[in-house]
C-alpha cells in the first residue's frame, strides 16, 4: 500500500472513539491557544487589513471570522481567521520543521459552524489534519529557504476539510494531490505581513482542494515522488510517514506550545533569560552584554534595529530589550509605543547574536546558549535544547488556561473570558460548534 493510500484509509476511518484521551485533551489545548490568538490577532494591525481587505468584496454570509464581529464567506472566514492567529504570533509549532496548528483550526472552525459540525467532529477533523501534517511534513526543508509552516500545512489544512466534509479515500487523495500544487512560503519573508499571507493561503487554498475533490477533480496519489524531488539533498526516509499511524502515540503530541507573542526561534532564549533575570533580580542597568547563540537557520532573527513592530516580533535584540526593562514580554511590547520606547532602544545595543554556521541548518538547531555578562564582570550563561512547552516538557491544563487568559484579557472582558473558557473545555461536548463560535466571534 502507498503512503497516500495508508493516509488517505487512515482519515477516512479514523473517529472520535479511536483518538487516545491524552490526544483529544491536548488538540482542546491547542485550539484553547489558537482561538486566544485568533481573538488578539483580529485587533492587530494585519488583522484589521485583512478584514478590510474581504469586506470589501463581501457579499456572503456563511461563517464568522473569531474576533471580528462579522460573518464573511467560507473562504474570506477561513482566510481571515489565517491571518489573525498569525499575526499574534501564537502559533504551535512541531520542529525541526515547524509544520503548525494555525493550519488546522482557523479552517475548522468555519466549516464546523457552516455545516453545525459538534466539538467531537472539529477535535477528530483537527487531530487528524495535524497528525497526517506533522508525518508528512517530518522532514525540514529550512535548509532551501522554504517555510515548512504552510508548505505542508496546506496538507493539513486540506485534510481537516476533508474530514468534516467527510469525504471518501479517493476524494481524500484528491484533495491531498490538489493541496501540494499550492504549496509555498518562504524564510525570506519572516517579519513582514507576508509571513501571514503565505498561512493564511494555505488555509484557504486547503479549503479549496477538499471542496473541488469533493465536486470530483482529481489530484496526483503520488506524494512519494513530490516528496522525493523536495527533500533532495536532506536526510529523509519516507517509511517513517505511516510508520505506527493511528497505532502508537499520536505525532499530534510534537507540537510545541507557545507561550510569548514572538518568533518562536527566541522562545528558547526568552525562557533562558527570564530563568536569570528571577535568580538574580537583574535590571536593563545591571547588564553589560547579553551573548545569544544560534544556528544558522535561527540567525534570521538576528535583527539589531527592527523597522516596524512585525520586524520586532522577529529580532532577538528586541525582545531581550524588553526583557531587561520589563522583565517580561508580552503583545504590548510589539507596539509604536514600546519600539521607541528610550530604555528598550538603549538595552537593544548590548545583545550581541553569535551564529554557529556548523550547527544544523534548521529551526530550533543545536543546543541553544545565552551568556549574560553583568557590569561587575559576572557572567550567567544557560543551556536549552527545547523551551518549556515541547514535548520534553509539556505545560498543564492550568498552565494552558494561564496562556488563554494572558492572551484574551486585552480583548474580552473577564466575565467573558470565564464563559468561553468553560465552552472550550468541554469542547468535546459541545453539540453544535456554531453556538461556541457565535460567542467568540
Given at each position: 500500500?502507498?503512503i497516500m493510500?495508508?493516509i488517505a484509509?487512515?482519515v477516512?476511518?479514523?473517529?472520535f472513539?479511536?483518538i487516545p484521551q491524552e490526544?483529544?485533551?491536548f488538540?482542546r489545548?491547542l485550539?484553547?491557544k489558537?482561538?486566544?490568538?485568533?481573538?488578539?490577532?483580529?485587533?492587530t494591525?494585519?488583522?484589521?487589513r485583512?478584514v478590510?481587505?474581504?469586506g470589501?468584496?463581501?457579499k456572503s454570509m456563511?461563517?464568522?471570522?473569531?474576533?471580528?464581529?462579522r460573518?464573511?464567506s467560507?473562504?474570506?472566514?477561513?482566510?481571515?481567521?489565517g491571518?489573525?492567529?498569525?499575526?499574534?504570533?501564537l502559533?504551535?509549532?512541531?520542529?525541526?520543521?515547524?509544520t503548525?496548528?494555525?493550519?488546522?483550526?482557523?479552517?475548522?472552525?468555519?466549516?464546523?459552524?457552516n455545516?453545525?459540525?459538534?466539538?467531537?467532529?472539529?477535535?477528530?477533523?483537527?487531530a487528524?489534519?495535524?497528525?497526517?501534517?506533522?508525518?508528512?511534513?517530518?522532514f525540514p526543508?529550512?535548509?532551501?529557504?522554504?517555510?515548512?509552516?504552510?508548505?505542508y500545512?496546506?496538507?493539513?489544512?486540506?485534510?481537516?476539510?476533508?474530514?468534516?466534509?467527510?469525504?471518501?479515500p479517493?476524494?481524500?487523495?484528491?484533495?491531498?494531490?490538489i493541496?501540494?500544487?499550492?504549496?509555498?512560503?518562504?524564510?525570506?519573508?519572516?517579519?513582514?505581513?507576508?509571513?501571514y499571507?503565505?498561512?493564511?493561503c494555505?488555509?484557504?487554498?486547503?479549503?479549496?482542494?477538499a471542496?473541488l475533490?469533493?465536486?470530483?477533480?482529481?489530484?496526483?496519489?503520488d506524494l512519494?515522488r513530490?516528496l522525493?524531488?523536495?527533500?533532495q539533498g536532506t536526510?529523509?526516509?519516507?517509511?517513517r510517514?505511516?510508520e505506527?499511524?493511528?497505532?502508537?502515540?499520536?505525532?499530534?503530541?510534537?507540537?510545541?506550545?507557545?507561550?510569548y507573542?514572538?518568533c518562536?526561534?527566541?522562545?528558547?532564549?526568552i525562557?533562558?533569560?527570564l530563568?536569570?533575570l528571577?535568580?538574580?533580580?537583574?535590571?536593563?542597568?545591571?547588564?553589560?552584554r547579553i551573548?545569544i547563540?544560534?544556528?544558522?537557520?535561527?540567525?534570521?532573527c538576528?535583527?539589531?534595529?527592527?523597522?516596524?513592530?512585525?520586524?520586532?516580533?522577529?529580532?532577538?535584540?528586541?525582545?531581550?530589550g524588553?526583557?531587561?526593562?520589563?522583565?517580561?514580554?508580552?503583545?504590548?511590547?510589539?507596539?509604536?509605543?514600546?519600539m521607541?520606547?528610550?530604555?528598550?532602544?538603549?538595552?537593544?545595543?548590548?545583545?550581541?547574536?553569535?551564529?554557529?554556521?556548523n550547527?544544523?541548518?534548521?529551526?530550533m538547531?543545536?543546543?541553544?546558549?545565552?551568556?549574560?555578562?553583568?557590569?561587575?564582570?559576572?557572567?550567567?550563561?544557560?543551556?536549552?535544547?527545547q523551551?518549556?512547552?515541547?514535548?520534553?516538557?509539556p505545560?498543564?491544563?492550568?498552565?494552558?488556561?494561564?496562556?488563554?487568559?494572558?492572551?484574551t484579557?486585552?480583548?474580552l472582558p473577564?466575565?467573558?473570558i470565564?464563559?468561553?473558557?468553560?465552552?472550550?473545555?468541554?469542547?468535546d461536548r459541545?453539540?453544535?460548534?456554531?453556538d461556541?463560535?457565535?460567542?467568540l466571534?
Amino acid at each position: 500500500m502507498t503512503i497516500m493510500n495508508e493516509i488517505a484509509e487512515f482519515v477516512y476511518r479514523t473517529e472520535f472513539k479511536n483518538i487516545p484521551q491524552e490526544t483529544v485533551f491536548f488538540t482542546r489545548a491547542l485550539a484553547s491557544k489558537i482561538i486566544a490568538a485568533m481573538l488578539a490577532g483580529a485587533r492587530t494591525i494585519a488583522g484589521k487589513r485583512a478584514v478590510s481587505f474581504a469586506g470589501d468584496m463581501e457579499k456572503s454570509m456563511e461563517a464568522s471570522a473569531i474576533g471580528t464581529g462579522r460573518r464573511f464567506s467560507l473562504e474570506n472566514a477561513v482566510f481571515i481567521n489565517g491571518i489573525t492567529c498569525h499575526a499574534a504570533e501564537l502559533e504551535d509549532d512541531q520542529f525541526p520543521s515547524a509544520t503548525s496548528d494555525i493550519t488546522i483550526f482557523p479552517i475548522a472552525f468555519p466549516i464546523a459552524e457552516n455545516i453545525g459540525a459538534s466539538g467531537k467532529d472539529l477535535i477528530t477533523a483537527s487531530a487528524v489534519g495535524i497528525e497526517v501534517m506533522h508525518r508528512v511534513g517530518m522532514f525540514p526543508l529550512s535548509s532551501k529557504g522554504i517555510t515548512d509552516l504552510p508548505f505542508y500545512g496546506v496538507i493539513g489544512a486540506a485534510v481537516t476539510a476533508a474530514k468534516l466534509y467527510k469525504l471518501n479515500p479517493d476524494q481524500i487523495k484528491s484533495a491531498i494531490g490538489i493541496s501540494i500544487g499550492r504549496a509555498g512560503g518562504y524564510i525570506v519573508n519572516f517579519g513582514t505581513d507576508a509571513h501571514y499571507i503565505e498561512s493564511a493561503c494555505a488555509c484557504r487554498d486547503g479549503l479549496m482542494a477538499a471542496r473541488l475533490a469533493q465536486l470530483g477533480m482529481s489530484g496526483t496519489s503520488d506524494l512519494e515522488r513530490w516528496l522525493t524531488q523536495m527533500c533532495q539533498g536532506t536526510k529523509f526516509d519516507l517509511n517513517r510517514i505511516t510508520e505506527g499511524l493511528g497505532k502508537t502515540k499520536w505525532r499530534v503530541h510534537e507540537t510545541w506550545v507557545k507561550k510569548y507573542p514572538c518568533c518562536f526561534l527566541t522562545h528558547r532564549h526568552i525562557d533562558m533569560m527570564l530563568d536569570i533575570l528571577s535568580k538574580r533580580a537583574a535590571g536593563d542597568s545591571d547588564i553589560f552584554r547579553i551573548d545569544i547563540h544560534v544556528g544558522p537557520v535561527d540567525n534570521v532573527c538576528n535583527r539589531p534595529e527592527p523597522i516596524d513592530t512585525e520586524d520586532a516580533r522577529f529580532s532577538f535584540h528586541h525582545i531581550m530589550g524588553a526583557l531587561m526593562v520589563d522583565g517580561d514580554i508580552d503583545s504590548q511590547h510589539f507596539t509604536n509605543e514600546k519600539m521607541a520606547d528610550e530604555r528598550i532602544c538603549a538595552a537593544r545595543k548590548k545583545v550581541n547574536v553569535i551564529c554557529h554556521e556548523n550547527w544544523p541548518a534548521e529551526f530550533m538547531s543545536g543546543v541553544a546558549r545565552i551568556d549574560v555578562t553583568l557590569q561587575d564582570g559576572t557572567v550567567l550563561s544557560e543551556e536549552k535544547f527545547q523551551a518549556r512547552g515541547g514535548p520534553e516538557a509539556p505545560l498543564s491544563e492550568a498552565e494552558i488556561e494561564t496562556l488563554y487568559r494572558k492572551y484574551t484579557r486585552s480583548v474580552l472582558p473577564s466575565s467573558m473570558i470565564d464563559k468561553t473558557w468553560g465552552r472550550i473545555a468541554a469542547l468535546d461536548r459541545v453539540d453544535h460548534i456554531s453556538d461556541l463560535v457565535s460567542l467568540l466571534a
